[in-house]
């Protein structure tokens, strides 16, 4: 298990350097320069080239990035408001949108579970049909859309939450963008368990285990759901991802104070340090959240941990 | 000959029902709703299994074998019913218990595993992937015989050792996907013993395992059967195994049993033309020509209402009759009984395959 996940956090940490150099290039590549302006004479570009350390051979250059980006200094936005440091930006909207699509993922996960276990364990009941249907019309309605409607019925008629966020009721405020969100991861899990259960309630080791008199609440948690979520655990990641991108527009709608809306504003204003940083960002939990389903998957299937870190994903 | 009802206890049927008989099943049909329509896979099954004995159920895919079995154990799926029939399970003392009068709850509790225990056909599938062969083999004895910890634990290694485990202490933290198919169907056999069942069901036991691990695996079976006084019942289709493990043999067809008899009943004076059809198929040491004979056709299908026998179309010792009726169970011997019109008083004589003729 050790060597399993020492192979994937390097795999991880690998990818992110990537990142950081795709990032520096396509920087490095965008036309033009910040000091063109006709008024700046060759000895003033010099000296700000200088003092930006754009006078440096590139790979300095590139060192010097990644050695800011990696001790979180991603320079200041210079169009949404000026010389602010981004970091300051990110340190105050970072924790909203985690505690926002962190409570999402919990609450899209567990109610899934609840729902694909309940349709696969009725099958072919009413239960079932409710479930699917469920889960259909989760997957299919936007998040926007659902948003809106949460927005309307329970910000604007029943007046249970707050419209918009306020900084003084983080919980409340949080309530209809969580529920709004978390409706695909819902619905997503939801689909993938009742189907991998059904598949697993066939299996032969079900039945063997059937015919030594294991039965109810043991043969389900001991040998189906676990196998069963072996599969749902991989879909998690992708979900997540799809949780990030819907926040972008949920975060709006709710007017969220999060990151979803700086990068929004960023690329609007054409604030290329604030698109960066949180470029970088959103990769850095893209890898991290990857790393914890690979562990995860290692930890549920032992034919994944007992390979010494095969490279299956 | 004589001719038997199905199913009732005539008076012939009676005398059957001898002390030593453990499990007595009589006119079982089992039906599955299909999206094709009803299928009858089980027609009105009788057979008789005895104390420490070992009977073998035998036909082509299809024929009703497995589902007779899961019947027994109460493992058929949402879409079969049991349409009729009884399955008598002799206890300590003379106590009778009818199997398909037990709710699931009860089966599970009572029956599965610890007096009827099965093994299946794939020990690849068999084993849960997720959890150590340890484990898995300690929950059955501290669910069922409420064994504690330890206590399983010393008894789980005793069973592995049982089934010729090497170093069974150390295999009890592997992983199934860390053992071969041998090992793991032995694995299995430990499993289904773990609770001390009186019948052990195997359903196709070798049939996916390298042919160097069959026969020790048939020999495994055989002596635990010795050690532990099991009765045993296979389902199968080579009639390789039957030969080597039978007591008696039960040959089924469309989901009837068309002959039952003693194994060397069955092997030496077959009376079915289906049964020689089969033992026709098997490959002999002694065969001259290097052709096998093959029965010509396919199994029927068994969705909806049939009429005459099933097996006619494709039997070339084919009576009339056959095609209107099916035939009733003729008595061969006190053992022996077969489904056939030619063992009808007024059935014209026929030829018998070579092999079979009587000397």
Not at chain 1, 263 to 270: D, H, R, S, Y
């Amino acid at each position: 298990m050790r060597a399993y996940i020492l192979k994937r956090a390097a795999i991880a940490v690998l990818t992110l350097l990537l990142i950081v150099l795709i990032l520096f290039v396509l920087m490095t590549f965008l036309p033009g320069s910040p000091f063109n302006d006709e008024r700046l004479s060759p000895e003033q570009i010099a000296t700000l080239r200088a003092r930006y350390g754009l006078d440096q051979p590139i790979l300095v250059q590139f060192w010097n990035f990644m050695k800011n980006t990696f001790s979180g200094d991603f320079g200041v936005s210079y169009a949404i408001q000026k010389n602010v440091p981004i970091s300051s930006f990110l340190s105050s909207r970072l924790p909203v949108s985690m505690r926002i699509g962190g409570q999402a993922i919990l609450l899209g996960t567990f109610l899934g579970l609840i729902l694909g276990i309940v349709a696969a364990l009725k099958h072919n009941t009413i239960w079932d049909t409710l479930c699917t249907v469920l889960s259909v019309v989760g997957v299919s309605i936007p998040s926007y859309v659902f948003a809106l409607g949460l927005s309307y019925l329970f910000g604007f008629k029943l007046k249970w939450f707050p419209i918009l966020y306020q900084d003084a009721l983080p919980f409340q405020s949080s309530v209809l963008a969580t529920v709004a969100l978390s409706l695909f991861t819902m619905a997503s899990i939801a689909r993938f368990t009742r189907t991998e259960l059904l598949e697993v309630l066939s299996s032969d080791y079900i039945l063997f285990a059937q015919s030594r008199g294991i039965d109810g609440f043991r043969l389900i948690a001991r040998h189906a759901l676990r196998n069963a979520l072996i599969p749902v655990v991989t879909v998690l990641a992708p979900l997540v991802v799809g949780l990030m991108t819907g926040s972008l527009v949920v975060e709006r709608i709710f007017s969220v104070p999060g990151v979803g809306q700086l990068l929004v504003e960023g690329i609007q204003a054409n604030d290329y340090s604030v698109v960066t940083a949180l470029s970088f960002v959103y990769s850095l939990l893209y890898i991290a959240i990857m790393l914890v389903v690979d562990i995860l998957y290692g930890v549920i299937d032992p034919r994944i941990r007992l390979a010494k870190g095969a490279s299956q994903s | 000959m004589s001719e038997l009802n199905n199913g009732q206890k005539s008076p012939q049927n009676e005398a059957l029902w001898a002390d030593d008989i453990l499990l007595s099943v009589r006119n079982l049909s089992v039906r599955f709703k299909t999206s094709y329509g009803v299928v009858s896979a089980v027609r009105g099954v009788d057979f008789d299994l005895k104390k420490g004995k070992t009977l073998a159920i035998v036909g082509e895919s299809g024929s009703g074998k497995s589902v007779t079995v899961k019947a027994l154990a109460g493992l058929l799926g949402e879409n079969a019913s049991i349409e009729s029939g009884s399955a008598v399970l002799s206890g300590p003392g003379g106590k009778k218990t009818e199997l398909f009068g037990l709710k699931r709850r009860e089966m599970r509790r009572e029956i599965n595993g610890k007096r009827i225990a099965m093994v299946f056909q794939d020990p690849m599938t068999s084993l849960d992937p997720t959890m150590p062969i340890g484990k898995q083999l300690m929950e059955g004895l501290r669910d069922h015989l409420g064994m504690g910890s330890a206590q399983a634990r010393a008894e789980a290694v005793r069973l592995l050792s049982l089934v010729e485990i090497p170093e069974a202490e150390s295999r009890m933290k592997s992983y199934p996907h860390q053992l071969s198919g041998g090992m793991r169907q032995r694995v299995v056999i430990a499993m289904a013993l773990s609770c001390n069942p009186e019948i052990l069901i195997c359903d196709e036991p070798t049939t996916a395992l390298d042919v160097t691990i069959q026969s020790r695996i048939l020999e495994l079976i055989q002596e635990l059967q010795r050690k532990l006084g099991l009765s045993v019942i296979y389902i199968t289709h080579d009639l390789g195994v039957v030969a080597k493990v039978a007591d008696e043999i039960a040959v089924m067809y469309a989901g009837r049993v068309v002959e039952r008899g003693l194994s060397d009943e069955i092997f030496y004076d077959p009376r079915h033309p289906y049964t020689w059809g089969l033992l026709l198929a098997m490959p002999d040491v002694e065969m001259d020509s290097g052709e096998l004979y093959t029965i010509p056709g396919n199994p029927p299908n068994m969705v909806g209402e049939t009429v005459g026998e099933p097996f006619a179309p494709r039997n070339e010792y084919a009576l009339n009759i056959d095609f209107r009726r099916e035939a009733p169970m003729f008595k061969v011997s006190e053992t022996h009984f077969a489904a056939t019109w030619l063992l009808h008083e007024k059935a014209p004589k026929v030829e018998r395959p070579p092999r079979f003729a009587k000397p």
